[in-house]
């Protein structure tokens, strides 16, 4: 029996056939189905062909590596996108943004729900034409595997959990591994910043913080017990997204900043969706109040919320 099986037993859910988180990985891997994108149009060189290559290589390390023990299909390849747009190049030296996006489909709909909406502005790394992208486990091979290996296991990670309680917390270690191997390393752009702030280890180490178990619970019943019955009990699933949403408030603020920014970042748009039109359930009666004091950043945004 394979993995993606063995959880449509533990679900019972025929819509567990259309996941495309539980998942794919032939001989050679191939958990994820990611668009990359390597954009220089801001440096002023006639050796595009560079950027050319990485683009392919560093799409080839994403999608062609083994990145876990599972086994999937490959219409259930996580979808993903990588850009990089590089801001200097010289010396074989790149300084680049890398904004990452990853989805999950919603059970019985043709839409899929953003599970991570995010930019990067620190990433550094070596790089020549043709110079092998490789990952290793517990091993540090270059700047730029790290990175990609990092923000993998972290989606890897937010998937699982969309699926069942907890079940990200190994893709988040192995995360939380690989940023300190590079920052042992002294690679570039691996500090560990102010609560608040974008960092990758400040992300991980809020993830796996056990006083954020909270987040997990509610993230998890976002999915499950809300999103996923949107299609066919729309009152069923607004009711589990504000009760979910609600969970968020239990967190402990100093200690999942960035955490709940990076959620909020992804569901914005999508909670003023649900809520802004549609049948009224009881739940949401104060939720405006409550994402206000969750993410005030976002007040515009939940003023739209009837």
Known sequence: MTYFAKWKNIFKHTFLAFIPLLWAATLNGQEFRAQVTVDASQIPTSNLS???????DWQSL???????????????????????SVRKYEN???????????????????????LLLLSDKKVVFSYQEYQPLTFTDYQYENNLVSITAFYLYMILGYDFDSFKNGAGKPYFEKAQKVAEMAAGAGAAGWDLEAAGKFSRRRWVQEVLDENNTMFHTAFYNYHRRGLDFMADDTRKGKTGI??????????????????????????????????????????????PDVLMELAPYYQAKWNRIK
């Open 62 to 84: 994403i999608n062609k590596t083994r990145w876990t023990d599972r086994v999937f299909e490959s219409n259930e390849r996580i979808e993903c996108s990588f850009l990089l």
């Open 242 to 287: 504000a009760h979910a949403l609600q969970q968020l408030e239990k967190l402990d603020r100093t200690r999942s900043q960035l955490l709940l920014k990076l959620f909020f970042d992804a569901k914005s748009d999508e909670i003023v969706r649900i809520f802004s039109g549609g049948p009224r359930v009881p739940a949401q009666q104060h939720l």
């Open 92 to 114: 074989n030296r790149i300084e680049a943004e890398l904004s990452i996006s990853s989805f999950r489909p919603v059970y019985n709909s043709t839409y899929k729900t953003p």
């Open 50 to 56: 560079v950027f050319k290559t990485l683009e392919k």
